[in-house]
């Protein structure tokens, strides 16, 4: 079956500065990828999500960049702010797997003020 | 509003006495998930409903069971908890038959166990 493997687990910034959280994946037949925030006491909240056949995907301050050969994803958020404080989960799934996924095992991400 | 909802947010449950939490959707999705999710962890994927059709996981204890009785509502009961069960439960929904992959999750019930 499909691993997520993500780094780094805790990760603290200055803000205003950028934060990368970084994936791979196993099962090259993955092609769908989306980050989840988790704020304390709530459900996983989707923020961006990017499909293998394509290499990057921006929102705002938010991108999302996608290697198929090497198997790895990334997150970048620039210029953070204390609100994006949370959990950040990587996840892979492929859409042949009723949209099951694969999540890695998170990022605690602290911005400092 | 309000798009996955679960009830309640929080349930307190003595050992071995049987608990009921609820998920309920307005987003017509066909597929419902339910998770489980420890302290500092990944959520933990029990089972999921394809339409009507359960699919549990492998590794998901016989003590978790759940229902479907309608596209909008589905069940987990945990027949005899455990203190090992104390966590938060997320249910979430998708749409992959439309082409939505992307999952919404609820706000998570957080069970305790006395």
């Known amino acids: 079956g499909e691993n997520v493997e993500q780094h780094p687990s805790t990760l603290s910034v200055q803000e205003g500065d950028s934060a990368v959280i970084k994936c791979t994946y196993s099962?090259?037949?993955?092609?769908?990828f989306p980050w989840y925030k988790q704020e304390l006491g709530k459900g996983p909240q989707l923020i961006i999500d990017?499909?293998?056949?394509?290499g990057e995907k921006k929102d705002q301050r938010i991108a999302v960049t996608l290697n198929k050969t090497a198997k790895h994803f990334s997150l970048h958020i620039t210029e953070t702010q204390p609100e994006d404080s949370a959990v950040y989960f990587c996840?892979?799934?492929?859409?042949?797997?009723?949209?099951?996924?694969?999540f890695g095992d998170g990022t605690t991400l602290t911005v400092k003020p | 509003d309000a798009m996955v909802i679960q009830n309640p947010r929080y349930q307190v449950t003595q050992f071995g006495k049987p608990v009921t939490l609820s998920c309920s959707q307005t987003?017509?999705?066909?597929?419902m998930y339910w998770y489980q999710q420890k302290s500092s962890q990944a959520p933990k994927l029990l089972f999921h409903?394809?339409?009507?059709?359960?699919?549990n996981e492998a590794d998901t204890p016989d003590n978790f069971q759940s229902r479907r009785p309608n596209t909008s509502f589905c069940f987990l009961d945990i027949r005899s908890p455990g203190l090992g069960d104390a966590a938060m439960y997320l249910c979430?929904?998708?749409?992959?038959?439309?082409?939505?992959?992307?999952?919404?999750f609820g706000p998570g019930t957080r069970l305790t166990v006395t």
């Open positions: 987003l017509n999705h066909n597929v």
């Open positions: 990017i499909r293998s056949n394509v």
């Open positions: 409903y394809y339409d009507k059709d359960f699919n």
């Open positions: 099962d090259s037949a993955s092609n769908y």
């Open positions: 979430a929904t998708s749409s992959p038959r439309t082409g939505g992959d992307e999952q919404y």
């Open positions: 996840a892979a799934s492929k859409n042949t797997n009723a949209g099951k996924s694969t």
